[in-house]
């Protein structure tokens, strides 16, 4: 798995949800969080709401909402919940 450990590397991550649902919103709000405590001005991080564009799921195979893909730096990898378990976060994304 790649690390974030250099100070140059930036995380390019995509977040899919299903509009407002409570999950969606607690996954939104870690993320932004997370990323701002551990990746400040290096992470870039979209938010995609499968109930206005239900068809960018099918490129990335996601099934189930909220989804979070680490698009950079490669390999892809992706976790699945609200994301409230931070130091798994981190590990999935590589800087754990």
Known sequence: ???LGTAGAKLVLRL???GAAPNSLRAIANARAICEAHFPARHELEIVDLLEHP????????IVTPTLLRLQPSPVSRMIGNLSDTKQVLLTL???
């Not at 068809?55 to 996601?62: E, K, M, N, T």
């Open 16 to 18: 899919y949800v299903a």
């Open 55 to 62: 068809r960018r799921a099918l490129a990335d195979g996601i």
């Open 94 to 96: 590589g800087a754990g």
């Open 1 to 3: 798995m790649a690390t």
